[in-house]
């Protein structure tokens, strides 16, 4: 990608190119299409979609790693059946559903950054439940008996004591919520049809149309999309890679 983003389209098209050197390429991205707007919604809504989805992950996977209830044995399991269904399934309805509340309440759900953020936030929610359950379970629940008999509530227990022993895997679960969130194009392309709210893969989608294909401008837009996510995924790697096994086994 990196090297086609260097590449005149005929040189891309024909294959027929020398030492990549036409950095123009990153210039005339900018002008072809306002990529900074997109840029900035994305980080508006994957950024809030993060707080949100992480918020109630946490709370929710320490509820069910420490709490028995009727079925908590088979909730972990009913958690990972929702990522079995294709997204696409939900698109008709979810959109139908938006339409009715918009007509209904008077609530603009379609074509805003909290439309997006309530329906990334419900798709990733779940995964992230699983993942820090496994993570909180991983923690002895001593600690926190120790904290309430020096007089600690539960509450109090759990963000003086767990929270901090949990950072890792909250960081962790937090770059997963960031990351796809940050590459979804479906519900962006569907939910989205204003360039004020719309994503950067929706952006990116310009360059291809029905009468030209800009793929140099479409690999250096790529090239532009990865390089925050990567900055951040190796500025957090060492969070990100323990937080996802520290919770595997138990004890």
Request: hydrophobic share 55%; aromatic share 16%; proline share 4%.
């Given at each position: 990608?990196v090297?086609?983003?260097l590449?005149?389209?005929?040189?891309i098209?024909?294959?027929?190119?020398?030492?990549?050197?036409?950095?123009?390429?990153?210039?005339?991205?900018?002008?072809?299409?306002?990529?900074?707007?997109?840029?900035?919604?994305?980080?508006i809504?994957?950024?809030?979609?993060?707080?949100?989805?992480l918020?109630?992950?946490?709370?929710?996977?320490?509820?069910?790693?420490?709490?028995?209830?009727?079925?908590?044995?088979?909730?972990?399991?009913?958690?990972?059946?929702?990522?079995?269904v294709?997204?696409?399934?939900?698109?008709?309805?979810?959109?139908?559903?938006?339409?009715?509340?918009?007509d209904?309440?008077?609530?603009?759900?379609?074509?805003?950054?909290?439309?997006?953020?309530?329906?990334?936030?419900?798709?990733f929610?779940?995964?992230s439940?699983w993942?820090?359950?496994?993570?909180?379970?991983?923690?002895?629940?001593e600690?926190?008996e120790?904290?309430?008999?020096?007089?600690?509530?539960?509450?109090?227990?759990?963000?003086?004591?767990?929270?901090?022993?949990?950072?890792?895997?909250?960081?962790?679960?937090?770059?997963?919520?960031?990351?796809?969130?940050?590459?979804?194009?479906?519900?962006?392309?569907?939910l989205?049809?204003?360039?004020?709210?719309?994503?950067?893969?929706?952006?990116?989608?310009?360059?291809?149309?029905?009468?030209q294909?800009?793929?140099?401008l479409?690999?250096?837009?790529?090239?532009?999309?990865?390089?925050?996510?990567?900055?951040?995924?190796?500025?957090?790697?060492?969070?990100?890679v323990?937080?996802m096994?520290a919770?595997?086994?138990?004890?």
């Amino acid at each position: 990608m990196v090297v086609s983003s260097l590449l005149t389209q005929g040189e891309i098209v024909t294959g027929d190119y020398g030492i990549p050197m036409h950095f123009e390429n990153y210039i005339e991205m900018w002008r072809r299409v306002n990529f900074f707007q997109y840029f900035r919604n994305s980080f508006i809504i994957c950024s809030a979609t993060t707080a949100v989805a992480l918020s109630i992950a946490t709370l929710a996977g320490y509820a069910v790693s420490r709490f028995k209830f009727p079925g908590s044995n088979i909730f972990g399991a009913t958690v990972l059946a929702t990522q079995m269904v294709p997204g696409i399934m939900f698109l008709l309805p979810l959109y139908l559903m938006f339409i009715k509340i918009q007509d209904t309440f008077e609530i603009q759900l379609i074509n805003t950054y909290q439309g997006v953020v309530i329906v990334y936030s419900a798709f990733f929610i779940p995964f992230s439940i699983w993942i820090l359950r496994g993570f909180f379970a991983s923690i002895p629940t001593e600690l926190e008996e120790a904290a309430i008999i020096d007089g600690c509530s539960r509450f109090g227990a759990f963000v003086r004591i767990i929270l901090p022993i949990a950072k890792v895997g909250i960081i962790a679960t937090g770059i997963y919520i960031f990351l796809m969130a940050w590459d979804e194009l479906l519900f962006a392309w569907v939910l989205t049809t204003s360039a004020d709210v719309a994503t950067i893969p929706v952006g990116i989608r310009l360059y291809v149309g029905n009468y030209q294909n800009r793929y140099d401008l479409l690999m250096a837009a790529g090239c532009v999309t990865t390089l925050p996510v990567s900055i951040i995924f190796f500025g957090l790697q060492k969070y990100f890679v323990t937080g996802m096994t520290a919770g595997a086994v138990k004890g």
